[in-house]
């Protein structure tokens, strides 16, 4: 029987994404210190959160499989993150306005009974249109993506700020890798898809 899967996250946008694949799990938020280190390029950076997330479940969550995953926007080689305020959200795209940003999104699947897990790193090219800073307040009154990294949410209005996307996985730029995660999952032996509401119950 697959072990059961936790994702450590307490985002909605992974929590909606990972229950696209019809699997039974739980959310548990990790407490982690997400400070970059000196020097870490952003790569390595989500890369390093991504594995920690799913490693610090694991006591509380013996023999299971966590899922940790992390996302920052690259920009002169540092990370920019989520803004948590209208005014860091207005500069963030005010300052990525008409150039072509790096999002990285991290991926870790972690068997915390076998001790053992994987990581990889999805990458995500965004062209962003000369945008005025009218339409980049009206993009944020209609759509405050102040928990989204680099104040961009793809999957609706933030559409209207970009000429191209670019990347392997669709599913990235919104949280979580699903193409990566299925490839991950099928590894440690969960089969999808799976119609059975009781797999890793």
């Known amino acids: ?72 926007a690259e920009f002169n080689h540092l990370p920019v993150g989520k803004p948590g305020s209208l005014a860091a959200a207005v500069a963030q795209l005010t300052m990525m306005s008409g150039k072509t940003i790096v999002f990285h999104t991290g991926l870790s699947v972690f068997h915390s009974g076998w001790a053992c897990g994987e990581t990889v790193v999805i990458r995500t090219e965004v062209e962003f249109r000369l945008n005025p800073r009218a339409r980049i307040e009206r993009y944020l009154a209609l759509e405050p993506a102040f928990d989204c990294a680099g104040s961009f949410k793809s999957e609706s209005l933030g559409a209207t700020l970009c000429r191209r996307i670019s990347s392997d996985d669709p599913t990235a730029l919104i949280g979580l ?15 999808l898809p799976c119609s059975s509401p009781d797999l890793g119950q």
């Open 177 to 191: 890798p699903l193409l990566a995660v299925v490839e991950l999952l099928e590894k440690f032996g969960v089969e």
């Open 1 to 72: 029987m697959p072990p059961q899967l936790v994702l450590a996250s307490s985002s909605r946008y992974r929590h909606e994404l990972l229950a696209r694949l019809g699997l039974p799990f739980t959310a548990v938020s990790p407490d982690i210190d997400e400070t970059p280190h000196p020097g870490e390029s952003v790569e390595a950076l989500v890369r390093r959160l991504s594995l920690a997330k799913a490693k610090a479940l694991i006591e509380t969550c013996p023999d299971h499989l966590i899922i940790g995953s992390d996302q920052a």
